[in-house]
């Protein structure tokens, strides 16, 4: 086992790196359905809309949050959504 597998806190799968892009400001946040939450906070197969991303190691598929790690499983996706758009997402999992 590497250390990858043990330098988390919940995996997720369907990911998506949402880049969130206003006239304020611009960030970025993960979209993901949870495999495991190592801390419990988060039931498997439901999903989760991080705070802003802090790091993001592609090699390692490791995300980093302010007060999380996620790990990235399988394939996944970047998109760039409006604030309303992220706001659906964060709220209700859907954009539509």
Same mark, same amino acid.
Request: hydrophobic share 40%; with cysteine; proline share 2%.
């Given at each position: ?28 946040? @993960? ?30 598929? @490791? ?7 996620? @790990? @990235? ?24």
């Amino acid at each position: 086992m590497n250390d990858t597998e043990n330098n988390y806190d919940c995996s997720v799968k369907d990911w998506i790196i949402i880049n969130i892009i206003s006239n304020q400001a611009e960030c970025q946040v @993960l979209y993901g359905i949870v495999v495991l939450d190592k801390k419990g906070r988060f039931e498997k197969d439901f999903y989760v809309f991080t705070t802003p991303i802090v790091t993001f190691d592609q090699e390692t598929c @490791l995300i980093t949050t302010q007060n999380t790690k996620y @790990l @990235l499983i399988g394939e996944g996706t970047a998109k760039q959504y409006t604030v309303p758009q992220a706001i659906l997402l964060r709220e209700f999992g859907v954009i539509s």
